[in-house]
């Protein structure tokens, strides 16, 4: 597993090797051996605002920068993950909500590595499902929830 930093994002290595260690952890939380497709490689990469819109605007034809993009292919040998996730929104987001920006990196990296495996978030229902999945992986692996931090059971 990689995390590889865009020049000019201020992220620390110290910072992404946290980000890296937890999604390690998470891995087999999400995805049980057995119970779902074999991980191979998963890659990230932060980035900023700029990258991120236009990798936005490229591969979804959409404006704007966003959080995390996924890209996954089903090898012989596993699932190959890439993920992109933006250090500029994960900045702004987590000083609205008061906590560590590792932490909403993390979030951003669980969000596509449950994409990748199958979860959805375009309804409200599966919004909801997604969500619930992403803040129940990250008390597993003692970060406790970060979508919705007021519910730590």
Do not use: Q
């Not at 900023?48 to 920068?65: F, N, V």
């Not at 993009?69 to 987001?93: P, Q, S």
């Not at 909403?104 to 229902?125: F, K, Q, R, V, W």
Request: glycine share 10%; with cysteine; charged share 35%.
């Amino acid at each position: 597993m990689t995390l590889d930093l865009e020049p000019g994002t201020d992220v620390g290595r110290d910072e992404a090797a946290w980000v890296v260690d937890r999604l390690e952890e998470a891995v087999p939380v999400a995805c049980p051996t057995g119970k779902g497709p074999r991980i191979h490689r998963i890659s990230v990469r932060a980035v900023g605002d700029e990258s991120m819109s236009e990798a936005h605007r490229r591969w979804c034809d959409l404006d704007g920068t966003t959080d995390v993009l996924t890209f996954h292919g089903n090898e012989e040998d596993g699932l190959h993950i890439d993920l992109l996730i933006c250090v500029d929104e994960a900045r702004r987001r987590a000083a609205e909500f008061g906590h560590d920006v590792r932490r909403e990196l993390l979030l951003y990296s669980i969000h596509g590595l449950l994409h990748c495996l199958g979860h959805d978030d375009h309804d409200a229902e599966s919004f909801e499902r997604m969500h619930d999945e992403e803040d129940r992986v990250l008390r597993e692996i003692g970060v406790g929830p970060v979508f919705r931090p007021g519910e730590a059971s």
